[in-house]
């Protein structure tokens, strides 16, 4: 296969041997002449995929028996409403930390249900950075404490984890689960959406604290309710069977390849590859202060804007795809999940060099 490195912030790149064995298997699933996405939900085997997904999962994040696991349809969007549907129990207020579009985004979204308290705003250090903890306006009456630890449009990643908050601790780890071990637990939820880093698009998987997940308000909708999904070990309704089993197989690949310790390692060298080619040039630049720069999402651009469209076409005709901007921000982006081998970063600088080389 001669497949370009594809640097897609998300739906993003898979690795090649999860789509081989998909293709392989996607005629006849476990020698049953039929597909995957043509079995019963129900059925023992597909039941058993779920429970070893599930499971695999747990290993990889060493996540603690008293934590609930499953996966849901919406995306990661769909937990901006699910969160404080489910976590508000009796109280009318949230504590948001806006780090950039997601977390925004998720705040919008709660103020139907509550009153989000905005802790924080990166808007004040023109995204460059989280600012500081000494600036934060925490609220002892938020039901929880929701942030999202790497800002995917903005390149933006905290790398901290906010330990002077009380309240349970709410996480969208949509475009940084799998890149490092974390301690769960230290939050009361992480939530993502799986088509950064874990398979293609349409699911979120949701690690809750089990004391947290049966207290829904009651105008929650029953596929909303974590309790439910929780209790049904995500077979509440029909789930997207065919992202699931993209999942279970990517997250047999990370096992493979020596789990989320060797991702960190891989995820943190590839950046800082990248960010020092760009530091050292004077015709590249990313302005997020180091200590706040994602390890996955890195967005640049190019002193001379003039030039992006040319840089753009150049680099796809190379075989470097997916690397326009957010339509937000615009600029270039490198998208540097677990899939990208380190070779792609390699290519990506040689191309980077050899473009300032001719235009610069
Ligand atoms: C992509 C992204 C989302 C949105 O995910 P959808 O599945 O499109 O709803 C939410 N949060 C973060 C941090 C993201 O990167």
């Given at each position: ?86 976590l508000l129990g009796v109280k009318k207020q949230a504590d948001y930390l ?171 060298r590839k950046s800082e590859k990248l960010y020092q080619a760009i530091d ?81």
């Amino acid at each position: 296969m001669n497949r370009p490195f594809n640097f897609s912030a998300g739906p993003a790149m898979l690795p090649d041997e999860v789509l081989k064995t998909a293709q392989e298997e996607l005629i006849s699933w476990q020698g049953k002449g039929v597909s995957v996405m043509e079995v019963s939900h129900r059925s023992e085997a597909f039941m058993t995929l779920v429970q070893q997904t599930e499971q695999d999962l747990r290993a990889l994040l060493n996540i603690p028996e008293h934590y609930k696991v499953f996966f849901m349809a919406g995306g990661g969007s769909g937990q901006f409403a699910a969160v404080p549907l489910n976590l508000l129990g009796v109280k009318k207020q949230a504590d948001y930390l806006i780090t950039g579009t997601w977390s925004e985004k998720a705040r919008k979204q709660a103020e139907l249900y509550c009153t989000p308290n905005i802790v924080a705003h990166a808007e004040d250090t023109q995204f460059k950075a989280v600012p500081p903890v000494a600036t934060w306006k925490l609220n002892r009456n938020a039901a929880y404490f929701h942030f999202t630890p790497n800002e995917t449009i903005h390149g933006l990643e905290y790398h901290e984890l906010p330990v002077t908050v009380e309240t349970p601790i709410v996480a969208d780890m949509t475009s940084n689960l799998l890149s490092r071990p974390l301690e769960v637990s230290h939050y009361g939820e992480i939530y993502a959406g799986v088509q950064k880093n874990m398979g293609p698009a349409g699911l979120a998987v949701v690690i809750v604290r089990e004391d947290l997940v049966n207290n829904p308000l009651p105008i929650t909708p029953f596929i909303l309710n974590y309790g439910l999904q929780a209790k049904e070990h995500s077979l509440l309704n029909t789930p997207p069977t065919f992202i699931l089993y993209m999942v279970a197989l990517v997250l047999k690949w990370v096992i493979g390849q020596g789990g989320v310790s060797a991702m960190a390692l891989r995820t943190r060298r590839k950046s800082e590859k990248l960010y020092q080619a760009i530091d050292l040039s004077p015709f590249y630049r990313n302005s997020v202060e180091p200590a706040y720069r994602s390890w996955t999402n890195i967005p640049f651009t190019l002193v001379n804007p003039k030039l992006e469209t040319l840089f753009l076409n150049e680099a796809e005709a190379e075989g470097l795809f997916g690397l326009k901007g957010h339509r937000l921000v615009g600029g270039i982006r490198a998208s540097l999940y677990n899939a990208m081998p380190e070779s792609g970063v390699d290519a990506l600088i040689h191309f980077m060099r050899e473009f300032e080389r001719k235009r610069g």
